[in-house]
């Protein structure tokens, strides 16, 4: 089955811990993005990867951490540093030479 | 940063309505994508169209790079069309590899 796995889809935690989001594709693109979702607010941009081992910040990466070791993977990591952690992570992806760009199916974080 | 403004923020039809969603972005842009957002938080691929016309079905969109704006258009309008549409862009050139979104349209369609 092709695609975007983003788990787990639902997320709780308690405030001052770290939690680890995990984004698998499997469609061989080469660039990977995580957006964050408010409600009834658009995505703002995270994190993004063109390339393994490369990654850059986007326009709300304060408290955020990434990895990219593999092409395949890309987590995002909530460090207990950001301050309004609860929202909807989702992760996207593109291929190299396209500007389009697929999302997944998002998993929903709840911090107390 | 580039702007991105969707119009009507909300949007109450009956089934067999036809609609129209617009943007207006601040910038040239190197890409515009509409999504659709299900009740399930998933995003949806409507559109890619950076300029142009594009038809799927009872959805088209257009967008006229050149004033800066993108209409999705939606025909005939059915329940399952209810949700939230997005419209984002890229630009060119430096800064972030990343899409600029909307606040949306919430559009509700009733039986």
């Known amino acids: 089955d092709g695609g975007i796995t983003q788990s787990p889809k639902y997320l709780f935690r308690k405030e001052g811990q770290n939690v680890t989001l995990s984004c698998e594709q499997n469609l061989n693109h080469d660039a990977m993005y995580w957006y964050r979702q408010d409600p009834g607010q658009g995505l703002r941009l995270i994190y993004y990867s063109q390339i393994v081992n490369d990654f850059q910040k986007g326009d709300i990466a304060e408290g955020y951490s990434v990895s990219r070791e593999k092409k395949e993977s890309f987590p995002l990591t909530v460090t207990s540093a950001q301050k309004n952690p609860t929202a909807f992570y989702l992760c996207?992806?593109?291929?190299?030479?396209?500007?389009?760009?697929?999302f997944g199916p998002g998993t929903r974080l709840t911090v107390t | 940063g580039i702007q991105v403004e969707q119009s009507p923020p909300d949007l109450i039809l009956q089934e067999g309505a036809n609609s129209t969603l617009r943007c207006n972005f601040s910038?040239?842009?190197?890409?515009l994508q509409w999504f659709h957002q299900n009740p399930w938080g998933q995003l949806i691929n409507l559109f890619y169209?950076?300029?142009g016309t594009k038809q799927n079905g009872r959805l088209s969109a257009t967008t006229v790079a050149t004033e800066r704006y993108s209409l999705l258009y939606i025909s005939s309008s059915q329940t399952t069309d209810s949700g939230v549409y997005f419209c984002a862009v890229g630009i060119p050139g430096g800064g972030a590899d990343g899409l600029t979104f909307g606040k949306g349209t919430h559009l509700i369609i009733q039986p």
């Open positions: 996207a992806t593109r291929q190299g030479g396209s500007y389009e760009q697929y």
């Open positions: 910038d040239s842009v190197n890409n």
């Open positions: 169209i950076p300029s």
